[in-house]
């Protein structure tokens, strides 16, 4: 049974960090590309970051106020996000990509359960 735990979401202030983490079981972690998408109330899931499966090759929607990075050794994504914005506010998940677009969350196999971020102003 895949599982995939997201982990380190919370309240923070504008301009603050938070690193996101998600264990991951069940599945030959190290052959699949991680994914981190967010959905806030009434909007759809928006795709944020990719790793490759060595974690060789990043690519994000957007900024540069985000790091993704994996350990294969740990079956654990990670997603370091700084400069947070209040329009960061969303529940954050992760997910391993199965083929197809990057970008698109029907390319995704399994998900996590997901993380709450919520910045203030």
């Known amino acids: 049974q895949v599982q995939l735990v997201e982990s380190g979401g919370g309240l923070v202030q504008a301009g603050g960090s938070l690193r996101l983490s998600c264990a991951a079981s069940?599945?030959?972690?190290?052959?699949?590309?991680m994914g981190w998408f967010r959905q806030a109330p009434g909007k759809e899931r928006e795709f944020v970051a990719v790793?490759?499966?060595?974690?060789?090759s990043t690519y994000y929607a957007d900024s540069s106020r985000f790091t993704i990075s994996r350990d294969n050794a740990k079956n654990t994504v990670y997603l370091q996000m700084n400069s947070l914005k209040p329009e960061d506010t969303a529940v954050y998940y992760c997910?391993?990509?199965?083929?197809?677009?990057?970008?698109?969350?029907?390319?995704?196999?399994?998900w996590g359960q997901g993380t709450q971020v919520a910045v203030s102003s």
């Open positions: 997910a391993a990509h199965d083929s197809g677009s990057y970008r698109q969350h029907q390319s995704y196999d399994y």
């Open positions: 069940g599945l030959t972690f190290k052959n699949y590309a």
């Open positions: 790793i490759s499966e060595s974690g060789g």
